[in-house]
């Protein structure tokens, strides 16, 4: 089985609560609608990576756990961060947000269940290091370094755009890089720098690709950074200058990467996921 | 030291996170806002009375992890249930609600926030019972049958009652009531049945209050049930009848309360808390 379709169906199995039980239909659906079909799943790959690159015999059984557990929060984060009251984006992934599909309301639990069953599901499935593992989420959630101190930046009246940044978007990547490592008994000491490097570059590409492509390749509302207010690396630094700071992100990644069995099949697994970051008609336009 | 007091002093210590680091400073005291000062803390003293009632010369180290766990839920879906995509509530106890004090994004993100320092808190509280008791918390809470289920059965067109009753105020009561006994190594087989009752009682005593008492004796919007056209005890059994109910579910919470050495002090605080539960005008007026 594919590491893709070991994660979907962890996920499946998360959410299975809902199924053959009396949970109340419209939320049931919501959840589904939230996590299927992903996108890219980056944050559990990158957990399984990390786990098989310390120890490429290890059993994968808390990273898997771990991985489902990351993908649930992120996929709370952005059903709560496309309400009206956060980017107000109708669509995610080229299909309706949940609150337009479901309601505001329905929008606001399914967040909230997911982030219950991202706790829940390493309750039931990390064997070995459950205690660890939730640390490693709950600090990737919640404040003062977490996502959802990352979204609460937005709404001060002076933002201090490290803490932001890092918050935001960083702090899931770290504690994928993280819990990959923890997950198989590793220190989890020198993996921060990994999670925190990528969480800067998927921060710039997402704001790159935010101003430049299209609604329909975004398969959601595109400019919502300007139309937002929001701080973005192409504000700051133009569109030429954020696309270095990206190369430069994914280099400082690569190179972060810490001496382990799997080290040089992690940097070209990274290398080739920047590419995919970075679209062909991107890089030319800016090259 | 007592039982209030180690309540609110280990909520301090689960929202502290927040001070002296660089959390956003409205999320920080929006939390505080939510949590502090507390309304009669019902759910974690259940819990702790419960773990007291197993075993009295028990360590409750467990029970106030779970204890504080059940509060921050609790507040985190009274912050959630007040905005105006729900009950649009502009007071709680006696204060602006949260969204309302803070604005709606940060009513969302510190409801997100107060989910994961819950499992934050048994991860740093728990000692022997850890992965029982987050197994607790994550079924009073995720769907099919915890409070995110509970709010959902409102937004369906028929509306399941005693699955949104039990689920939206009977799993925390449920919870409570589990989590003290396996907090001290008990199993919780036993003690379903008491938080059910309870649950019930609180609903009922909830849905008599909203009726028949004034914004300023309940500190929160009066009337909330009819103008939400939610099912509600009065509506289904009039006054009277659902303050018989209530007696009844008070018997019934008192009759079930199991063998162990703290049977009869735990049947007398229950008694003791039904007479809290029912004002002395309310008593007279349907007597």
């Not at 600090?139 to 996502?147: D, L, Q, S």
């Not at 990352?150 to 770290?174: C, M, R, V």
């Not at 920047?274 to 679209?279: C, D, E, F, H, N």
Request: include cysteine; charge should be negative.
């Amino acid at each position: 089985m594919t590491i893709d379709a070991k994660i979907n169906q962890s996920l499946e199995r998360a959410l299975r609560v809902g199924e053959k039980t009396n949970c109340p239909a419209k939320l049931n659906s919501a959840l589904h609608h939230a996590v299927f079909p992903g996108g890219a799943r980056v944050r559990p790959k990158l957990c399984i990576a990390v786990a098989h690159a310390c120890d490429p015999e290890a059993d994968l059984t808390d990273a898997i756990a771990a991985a489902t557990a990351l993908e649930l929060l992120h996929c709370a984060s952005l059903v709560h961060d496309d309400l009206p009251c956060f980017d107000d984006a109708d669509q995610r992934r080229g299909k309706p947000s949940v609150h337009v599909k479901y309601g505001e309301t329905i929008a606001v639990l399914a967040g909230d269940a997911m982030i219950v069953l991202a706790f829940q599901t390493l309750a039931q499935g990390a064997q070995s290091y459950f205690r660890e593992l939730t640390m490693v989420m709950a600090e990737a959630t919640a404040p003062p370094n977490g996502i959802a101190a990352g979204q609460a930046w937005e709404a001060e009246p002076k933002i201090d755009l490290e803490a932001y940044h890092n918050s935001k978007t960083a702090a899931l990547f770290i504690a994928a890089s993280r819990a990959g490592a923890v997950s198989v008994g590793n220190s989890d000491a020198n993996w921060r720098e990994l999670g925190s490097c990528l969480g800067r570059a998927y921060q710039i590409a997402d704001d790159l690709r935010d101003m430049l492509l299209t609604p329909e390749e975004l398969g959601k509302p595109a400019k919502q950074d300007v139309r937002n207010c929001r701080p973005s690396a192409v504000e700051s630094y133009g569109v030429h200058g954020a696309y270095k700071r990206l190369r430069g992100a994914i280099d400082a990644a690569i190179e972060s990467v810490p001496d382990c069995d799997g080290t040089e099949s992690l940097r070209q697994l990274i290398q080739a996921q920047a590419i995919r970051l970075t679209p062909d008609h991107l890089v030319q336009e800016v090259a």
